[in-house]
């Protein structure tokens, strides 16, 4: 998985004029109903706070069903990530969107005993990536049809995650670039049953615009509301060609791989959303985490090389100044770090007692 090549798209309403009271209804703690399920169970959506929506604890890019992850004593990874979420929970940061997906190293007794630890919300994802080659996918993802797939996350939201008890917040998917392949597409109609029934989300990592776009078109067909999707690493389409039609029909549009030389482009594609009047659409990430390796028998766990040296901080660090600087109002910043990742994760349709 190519940690800067993540997409997924969403399309609904036409654009809002940001202004005071737009602020209040989309962004604002009192904003309406809902809650959002983190790993220690449902959150009211005005304890959410400052969101980072796509990042990683840590991966596993072994490949599915190669070995049997975690590879690690738990306590290791958790001594060895502890320090890097504390750090963010001192820079303002209370909740931690994990979208490893399942046969990548998702690990969620992990992200629970860090929640508790720190208490950073954290929320996990169900789903499977089918970007990379389908290098991440299970054999049954071929072989079973989209309403078994559906059921097999469906289990995991009624009843938890394997015997975890403990429940995804989204539904996480992969796909390439361009025309979608026969799997992407059944994974997809999956999401789609699974989100009409429970409300959870769907996040979509995408290759590219094009496949943003077909896939945002399948799931309307499969009746969902654009708003229920976000276009993950929208970064990836360089041009930004899609950004603001995307955002225009509902979509929320997750720059999700910010480093400091990534600066000028952000806020270029930041500044031409602010002017069509979409920046309640935009969400703002890193993709920071860290990654599995075995050297000499030993696991050690190595920071992404990404362009962040010290991870989940830059955004706020070297991005809003920029922003500020350029015309973004402070209000505006914070309604895409607080009340955007609010309304795009919020689960409006009870699925769980
Ligand atoms: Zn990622």
Redesign the pocket.
């Known amino acids: 998985?190519n940690?800067r090549k993540?997409i997924s798209v969403s399309c609904l309403t036409g654009a809002v004029t940001l202004c005071a009271d737009t602020l209040i209804a989309f962004g604002s703690p009192e904003a309406g109903d809902g809650y959002v399920m983190t790993v220690c169970g449902k959150l009211p959506l005005d304890k959410m706070g400052v969101t980072l929506p796509?990042?990683?604890v840590i991966t596993d890019f072994t490949g599915a069903e190669k070995i049997k992850q975690p590879q690690y004593e738990r306590s290791s990874s958790f001594k060895a990530m502890l320090p890097y979420l504390l750090s963010a929970k001192a820079s303002d940061l209370n909740t931690f969107i994990d979208?490893?997906p399942a046969y990548i190293g998702r690990d969620v007794i992990l992200l629970k005993q860090l929640s508790e630890a720190t208490g950073v919300n954290i929320i996990t994802n169900t789903g499977y990536y089918a970007a990379a080659d389908q290098k991440y996918l299970p054999a049954h993802a071929y072989t079973e049809s989209s309403e078994q797939l559906a059921a097999r996350w469906m289990k995991e939201w009624e009843q938890g995650i394997e015997d975890t008890g403990i429940c995804p917040g989204f539904i996480k998917l992969g796909v390439g670039s361009g025309a979608l392949k026969p799997v992407e597409q059944k994974l997809i109609r999956a999401a789609a049953k699974v989100h009409l029934k429970s409300g959870l989300k769907i996040a979509i990592?995408t290759g590219d615009g094009a496949a943003a776009v077909a896939y945002t078109q399948l799931l309307i067909n499969e009746g969902v509301r654009p708003d229920a999707l976000i276009w993950?690493?929208a970064q990836n389409d360089t041009e930004g060609e899609f950004h603001t039609a995307l955002a225009g029909k509902g979509c929320y549009v997750s720059l999700?791989g910010f480093n400091k030389d990534a600066l000028a482009i952000y806020c270029r594609y930041i500044k031409n959303l602010q002017a069509e009047g979409l920046l309640n659409k935009v969400l703002l990430s890193h993709?920071d985490?860290f990654s599995v390796e075995k050297k000499d028998g030993d696991i050690m766990f190595n920071q992404y090389q990404n362009g962040n040296s010290t991870p989940y901080g830059s955004v706020f660090t070297i991005l809003k100044p920029a922003l500020l600087q350029q015309g973004v109002s402070a209000l505006e910043f914070d309604m895409i770090v607080r009340g955007n990742p609010r309304r795009a994760f919020k689960i409006e349709v009870c699925g769980v007692g």
């Open positions: 998985m940690r993540f796509h990042e990683h979208c490893t990592h993950v690493h999700d993709d985490g």
